[in-house]
């Protein structure tokens, strides 16, 4: 069982910066695919940025050139750096992981959420 952890969030003003920090506690074979997806209210969930464990990354493409996710496999942490903020990206964000147990089970693990809220 993997257990994810999430801070980071808060009230910044449109322009500002935040980093969210993830990081995963457990067993598992392996932590593959790492991310965020965020939600905002009345608002379809989005996959804003995700990680592989091989360092590949993909950006939703409003938050590309912006958001940058990286990974530290030895401490089983994910941050996500959100430089010039904008209201549109007022939404929780929930950090996930695809985890791959002993076994050969996979399944998503989740994070309690953070909420992130750019206004002025």
């Known amino acids: 069982q993997v257990h994810l952890v999430e801070s980071g969030g808060g009230l910044v003003q449109p322009g500002g910066s935040l980093i969210l920090s993830c990081a995963a506690s457990g067993r598992a074979y392996s932590i593959n695919t790492m991310g965020w997806y965020r939600q905002a209210p009345g608002k379809q969930r989005e996959l804003a940025a995700a990680i592989s464990s091989g360092g590949d990354t993909n950006y939703a493409a409003s938050v590309k050139g912006r958001f940058t996710i990286s990974r530290d496999n030895a401490k089983n942490t994910v941050s996500l750096q959100m430089d010039s903020l904008k209201s549109e990206d007022t939404a929780a964000y929930y950090c996930?992981?695809?985890?791959?147990?002993?076994?050969?089970?996979?399944?998503?693990?989740w994070g309690q959420g953070t909420q992130v809220t750019v206004s002025s």
């Open positions: 996930y992981a695809h985890v791959t147990l002993h076994g050969g089970s996979v399944y998503t693990s």
